[in-house]
């Protein structure tokens, strides 16, 4: 597949901190998006409102649209239903506000954002859910009057880590404008088999974004991220799968892989490898 036909972009600070220089690295490899996450060394949505436009003046100069705007919502423990949990939840009311904010000046209607996490060696707890839920879907509904999406990634160590319960947030959130970031290597990470057993218990018209990168197990049984190719997810069988389904949306490479070269090499590294995957699709 031409490189034309697929909406492919890297998260900026997995290349450089600073605006300019991971703009230049996408132009030299012809891509046109980016996921913003930190610039300048600041996640966005504590960035002063200047700084942001400043980016995104950066962005337009260079021909380069922000596919989505990456957030911290929700990715902190769940709030207590007391006082002091009240005030947490209030907290991450002003991120959303943020984050919808700066949306709209870096030109994207798409948000990432999480499902609330739980301590590392720990369950997540079932009970937790039907609030889960409630508050994702009281975000969608903020989201919405503001003419926004909210896509869900799930994440290791999140209430919603994989396919399987992605799926049951989809299921018990109806909202239209609540979908996913899918990202098929954090569930198989977690111990699904992201693809194809997870993805199918998607819905693709749900699915409003998509990371790709690579993993393996090490011999102890854990997990790493590795550079694309170099690891044991099946990239090319799922943006085949994505594509079959009627996907049109955005592609972030967010490696993640570290070289002792810097993140711009890894960046480099994982980016060349996924174009040669692209080209076979």
Partial sequence: MPLAQIRLGVTTDEIDEDVLAAVRFLREFGLKW??????????NTVQPLEKIREAQAIFAEHGVRVSIEGTPFFKVPLPAETGEGRRALDAQWEVLNAAMERARIFGTDKVRVFGFTYAAGQAP???AYPRIYELVREAARRARARG?????????????????????LLAHVKEENLGLTWDPNNAGASGERSFPDGYRK???????????????????????WAAVGSGEFDNLGQIRALLKDGYQGTFTLETHWKSPRGKAYASRTSLQALLQVIEQV
């Fill in 125 to 127: 707890d079932r009970g």
């Fill in 148 to 168: 926004l999406r909210l896509a869900l990634e799930n994440v290791g160590s999140s209430y919603i880590s994989t396919g399987a319960e992605a799926a049951e």
């Fill in 34 to 43: 980016a996921e913003v996450r930190s610039i300048w060394n600041q996640y």
């Fill in 202 to 224: 998607l819905d693709p018209a749900r699915i409003f974004h998509v990371h790709l990168r690579d993993y393996r197990h090490r011999p102890d049984g854990k997990v790493e």
